[in-house]
């Protein structure tokens, strides 16, 4: 399953039987006192081998920098910018094609890679158009955060480090959280923060936004095992009646 | 107010009390039958000369092709790729600079643009860090929207040629709406559509994301009278508590 | 005529019955006291009117955004990279080419854009060759100006905000000319101007490059009446004995 | 010492007593039978904890994709651009000088990067100047492998999967050997393989490059202990008479 | 004289006392029957030497690939991009600004070269303004010929293997010309051929746009001789009033 | 057999019976005292000559202009970056194509254009794959200067105007050598020197990196022999054996 622990002999065939590759991406990003810097390729990691096991296919290495703008003054942030993400996932996309790859997924766990990552998409779909590519950041998980979510989100789009995203680690990597370290930090993200570019130090100190002290395990269990059920009903065609984005 | 209109010796010392530039950004596309390719630019330009009338600023010439990918393939639609608008961006508003402005706005009525844009403030941020840059599509609109929508939405954050988009129209310029083609048509938008490069072509053949027959100029005065209060509060910093993204 | 006034479901046939484009590509540039900065706009826009009504075709929204080196730093002159007008020209071009148009016609207003026009149209010449491509910069205009001009050029190129281009918009646009203000100044051009980077600001205060005040709509009219039947000339493949370059 | 597991409060001051950051770089890439298509990537990161057990610093997540052009047409292999790689590393220098780090590392697994990473490190000298920049390549291991191989190489420069990378990963992680499927396989390089593009299928189809039944941990252990203590002495700048290119 | 006839230990303090470098810039581009593919690198390099013989200055080593792009299809043309050559000459510049000196003399013999070494000349004139840089093409030559031409030109800035340029092979370097095969074709160039990419097979077969047969070395040496002097004027700053473009 | 002093007529046919093109490359580096700035150029030149008189083919103008980062701060070296030279060589191969030529060799004089010159090789390899490319610098100088050196070399890849250079001068262009200035310098090359970014200056200020007072022709011409025949070999694709690069 995890595709550089195969050697390039037995490939061709497994290729051929399971061509489907899926692409950790994530980030060194602060997040918070009690997530490790690696969370989203943590996250993103563990997510890939989940999915592994639902759909035949192979996870690659995970591609562990992304585009941290927006935190990129907090201390252990590693920013990358959105071309040189573009122009590696279009080589990696074409190499796939290649080696016989139908199906390219890239799984996300940075929200910040999100738009480079949809126009890396683009590219491959103009240049080698008989790749499918998918680019997942959680698909449908606005809808069960919402159910169980017990504060309110500071933003409707972002979410970092907080109840939801702790809840993620704690199901995925419990040893790697540190509860005792966690906060309630709901910053007030300033009205035109979607509007003009608003490093996250002009509202937050904590980089948390919400309360990760809420988070729980089976909040995590919740949502991300509807969040894998889409990805696979996506992948595989199947059960499109259930989905909200 | 129109910047284009003014002549080089009175603009120097015009600047310099009132040193905000709007610059509509809109593009060329399909919006089904009963309105016109040029919608984003004519919604743009108008919002652009209403904000003008409230903050003390110059309206430049609007730059009329946007990124259009989606809809590039329906009759009429004119694509140019992000990386062609970011630089065209970011070389006017480094001349912006270098002719005493303070502040930048695009006030932009194409959401494919919107990607764009935000890179291209991101780049001004970092290379003429004095000039302040903002973005805009339709700031709040979600909430007032969702205020007077009778339709369900097709999508949480696409909304084209619809109740809402053509009520814009209705309002700002009615002569442009032919109201008797006007269809309710709302898509099923698959399941990956977030996920996965999707022309538009393959959910909608009308290219109206709603039911354009429930438009009003009355709800379309609703939403932009409370978008340009939030503009105007954004760029004067005043009253925050009273928006909603 | 107006491409952007057209619906999306209309447009198609349209194109296949007319399938001219022309861009009108214009500047935002100091044009002395008399003339608006939107000088090199407002005549490419009405050029472009007054060409699509004697040749079946399509005129698109203004590029309002030209190369402006030369006149960078006189107040109010915006500029934008040769770069940035390629690219952008070159998605254009190919977007027209995917809706159906077989000739794209490129009518700038302002010199400083010519180049930029020429290098688009080569790239559109080698990657969509069934594309006709034209760049026109008033042709003939050479040899109609010195029939009629009283006062000699300051270049045997540049022209600008002079009794030639006052003339124009003298015809094209009266209401934008405040004659009053218009003044006569013949700079000595510097003998190393077409030898090395020299910005306007030089040789001249004023941006103007000759007599206004010698402009009249009748020179305007007799220049560019010819002018036009060159560019009908050419579209139509008719009568090129008449042109002279 | 492994940068991800730390978190952002921490960091800050950590960085301040040890401001060495080790980026491993390899690739996915046929090893022949034995060998898994990760080897680079695995020796990268196995010999940057090895390094930083012994000069304070730490351990950044590997970038796991690397210029493969040679082999790219074996199965498994995945190439991406110099271009590409150099982007990202002068992205990741940048970032790391930012969050205050005094010394960047490459620790590179894989021959087919160097260029791009030497490439990068005089970009981030001009740009960052202050920034110490290494691109280690088993530094000083042609004379150690010279000491102990049983078998000549096959070219003077390229090693691969044969006696000395394979005595590599006996050593350092001797369970992702498949020694039962090691071969002896000698090719014959092409007398232009340094003048002409070549691709490695025209002259051997295992990717093997020597004999690599011939391998042993102690081989390994012999060359990599030195290699480590040249990348040790350069860092600390110590002991340089030891050193042999 | 010669640049690269020196001695790195020599060479500063020549620059010092001699800060100025001339760079000539040609093509390989057909010319006709009676004039080798190297025309133009043949006329810009002996033209630098002979403006070095009264300019005190060195003479760089020939930059011998153009722009061809119209000529690119007759045998024997090689052409390279507009961008290829602003890279080169830019990285050149930087260079020779960093090697001491203050003056960085263009001379091109290659009329296609022009607008992309203005263009690069522009980059260097923002990137380092103290650099004082010139590109020139034969300053002053249109009224020299017109003055000496028994025949009419084929266009009005044109001019390739005619009368004209023959002539100046004839006076620069005769024994690379072969006058029993030079001809006399004036083609009709169409009325198009400024406004749309035209590839000069579509007007010409022999690529000579004159009466090649009516070039003498004394025509050459009339208009050489005064360009000659009019790069020295404005190089030295002297005689302006004898200069016409 | 140079190829500018051919004419556009008759080279039609001389390539299509001598298909092949060879292109000196070298740059304007420092070379100590005793040797020019232009050596790389003048021994790129010589042998292209060299070389087409055993092979059929036409030797192009030099493009003399190189990658000199390692020497860049010497008085006199002129630098341009690998990405301008891989443009300029991809545009010329093409063209070359284009032109009828099968075969692009690249005669390289100076060491630091190797990776460029490779990297444009790759390019050509995958966008005309019909053309052949070679990049030559002096294959199998390595052994042969072995078997003759008295000195031992500085740096086991890296040779700069030392025993081996100036013997190559010597035999191939004495009157450029002035012996009398040659000095023996072997510096102590830092344990770093390819591992991170090292100026030359670091540990030389003669530029010279060996015995250049041993240097003879005999020794150049010993070893030019024998590399003049590897490149005819791998040219004619005959006698591999007797090759080791």
Redesign the interface.
């Known amino acids: 399953m995890m ?7 037995d ?2 065939e497994k ?1 051929k039987s399971a061509p489907v590759a899926i692409l950790p991406v994530g980030a ?1 990003e ?9 969370t989203d ?2 996250l993103a990691e563990i997510m890939a081998i989940k999915l592994a096991e639902k759909v035949d296919s192979f996870v ?6 992304g585009q941290v ?1 927006s935190l ?14 573009i ?2 996932i279009v ?2 996309g074409k ?2 094609y ?2 016989g790859f139908s199906t390219f997924v890239m799984l996300n766990g940075h929200l910040g890679n999100q ?1 480079a990552l ?2 890396a ?2 590219v491959l ?1 103009d240049t080698v158009p008989e790749l ?5 950041f959680y ?1 449908g998980m ?1 809808k069960y955060a919402g159910e169980i979510r017990e504060n309110t989100a500071s ?2 789009v972002y979410f970092h480090a907080c109840e939801i995203e702790t809840s993620y680690m704690l199901y995925l990597s419990p040893t ?1 959280v ?1 509860m005792d ?1 966690a906060v309630n930090d709901i910053p007030v993200i ?8 608003t490093p996250w130090e002009n509202f937050t100190s904590s ?1 948390v936004l919400g309360d990760a002290t809420a988070a729980t395990a089976e909040k995590g269990k919740y949502i991300l095992e509807r969040v894998i059920m ?1 990805m696979v ?2 992948l595989l065609n199947t059960k ?1 009646d259930d ?1 909200d ?1």
């Open positions: 595709f550089q622990n195969e050697n390039s002999y490939i061709k290729i060194v602060a997040h918070g006192h009690h997530l490790p810097l690696g390729n943590i690659l290495p995970t591609l562990p920098y703008w990129r003054n907090f201390p252990g942030s590693i920013t990358v910018s959105n071309q040189s993400i122009n590696m080589d990696i190499s796939l290649q080696q738009n949809k126009d998409a683009r779909y499918k590519t998918f680019y997942f698909p606005n933003h409707d790697d540190e370290k300033p009205m035109d923060a979607d509007s003009t570019p980089a889409n009903n996506i499109e989905y984005s």
